[in-house]
């Protein structure tokens, strides 16, 4: 199984980036598929995740401003990530998972780089 993740990138505060992650390896619709990101010196935190069904979560600081989606044609799943702010800079991860209660995940990406400054 690989997850390959692409999109990051460095920009201005309230810019935008699309994170993508394309799956391999797995059979993609059964998977719960989630965004995290780690900033340097702090844990690492999920940020969004997509259920099989369409049902989607957001941690609270990115609600509103960041949007999961997936296309189970083309096993990707998106993170549109709208009015950045510097506290978004981490590195994000991809992740998939077969636990529906979203604790334990499979498989990870290797992660992107998202740095947002002025």
């Known amino acids: 199984v690989q997850l390959q993740a692409s999109g990051g990138g460095q920009v201005q505060p309230g810019h935008s980036l699309r994170l993508s992650c394309v799956a391999s390896?797995?059979?993609?619709?059964?998977?719960?598929m989630a965004w995290f990101r780690q900033a340097p010196g702090e844990e690492r935190e999920r940020v969004a995740a997509m259920m099989p069904s369409g049902q989607r979560a957001y941690e609270d600081s990115v609600r509103g401003r960041f949007t999961i989606s997936r296309d189970n044609a083309k096993d990707t799943v998106h993170l549109d990530m709208n009015s950045l702010k510097p506290e978004d800079t981490a590195l994000y991860y991809c992740a998939a998972t077969t636990d529906y209660d979203i604790v334990n995940f499979d498989y990870w990406g290797q992660g992107t780089l998202v740095t947002v400054s002025s």
């Open positions: 390896g797995l059979t993609f619709n059964r998977y719960v």
